[in-house]
């Protein structure tokens, strides 16, 4: 499976935007989907997950209620809304997947994903 991430940009405190991961070279129906950012000098970290049906999200406590995961597994994509940005969502946002459809407690783990993106910058001014 190749994962490919974008819409990733510019925007300032307060703004919205909804990045993309499109999956190519094997459908996704079966997997589980997660995104994970990596912040300027931290480590990369999770932000939410998505099981194979889309009937079931985690996310990280920094961002619940103001991200949303979701999926169209007929056009092969994830995809993660982003509201009410804030200077500390900056970082590049990498997408992830796993074939499992036990939505399983490693899906918040980096090791446990064995496909992911090339990653995309999101910046957010204050």
């Known amino acids: 499976v190749q994962l490919q991430a974008s819409g990733g940009g510019l925007v300032q405190a307060g703004g919205s935007l909804k990045l993309s991961c499109a999956a190519s070279?094997?459908?996704?129906?079966?997997?589980?989907a997660g995104w994970f950012r990596q912040a300027p000098g931290k480590e990369r970290e999770f932000v939410t997950a998505?099981?194979?049906?889309?009937?079931?999200?985690d996310y990280a406590g920094s961002v619940k209620g103001r991200f949303t995961i979701s999926r169209d597994n007929s056009k092969n994509t994830v995809y993660l809304q982003m509201n009410s940005l804030k200077p500390e969502d900056t970082a590049i946002y990498y997408c992830?997947?796993?074939?499992?459809?036990?939505?399983?407690?490693?899906?918040?783990?980096?090791?446990?994903?064995?496909?992911w993106g090339q990653g995309t910058l999101v910046t957010v001014s204050s």
């Open positions: 998505i099981s194979w049906s889309g009937n079931n999200q």
């Open positions: 070279g094997r459908t996704l129906t079966r997997y589980t």
């Open positions: 992830a997947a796993r074939e499992s459809v036990s939505f399983v407690s490693g899906r918040s783990k980096e090791g446990w994903y064995g496909y």
